[in-house]
């Protein structure tokens, strides 16, 4: 069983869910005094937390724009304070350690689209 991981509880799924949605709503109001982040549109697609509920991920994505990356380092300077906002709005024994992951999905998805409608592919696909 090693590489391994057990599927995330109801509880790890409820917590992170509510972080997500606490994210996303600092994130629509912008409250940042961080110049790279004040006028940042960025949405929040999932947050993974570990069984501890002591470190979560928050995958992050910018709609339209390719450069989510850019904002990590402004991200991790703002960690703290996002913190003290899931600490406050949360009844959590700990509020977790944040950090941003850029989401790709997206990203993947239409690299898959795009290659099936390829004519190599189209091909393969009516025979």
């Given at each position: 069983?090693?590489?391994?991981?057990?599927?995330?509880?109801?509880?790890q799924l409820r917590v992170a869910e509510e972080i997500r949605h606490l994210l996303a709503g600092v994130f629509l109001r912008h409250d940042f005094r961080d110049p790279d982040l004040?006028?940042?549109?960025?949405?929040?697609t999932e947050v993974r937390i570990g069984p501890d509920l002591k470190h979560a991920t928050a995958f992050i994505a910018r709609f339209g724009r390719a450069d989510v990356a850019d904002l990590l380092p402004a991200l991790r300077r703002a960690a703290p304070y996002l913190r003290a906002q899931i600490a406050h709005?949360?009844?959590l024994r700990h509020a977790p350690e944040l950090s941003f992951q850029p989401d790709t999905t997206l990203d993947e998805a239409a690299h898959i689209s795009?290659?099936?409608r390829s004519p190599d592919v189209a091909r393969d696909l009516k025979k």
């Open positions: 069983m090693t590489g391994e991981r057990a599927a995330p509880t109801q509880r004040a006028g940042a549109d960025i949405t929040v709005a949360m009844r795009e290659l099936l």
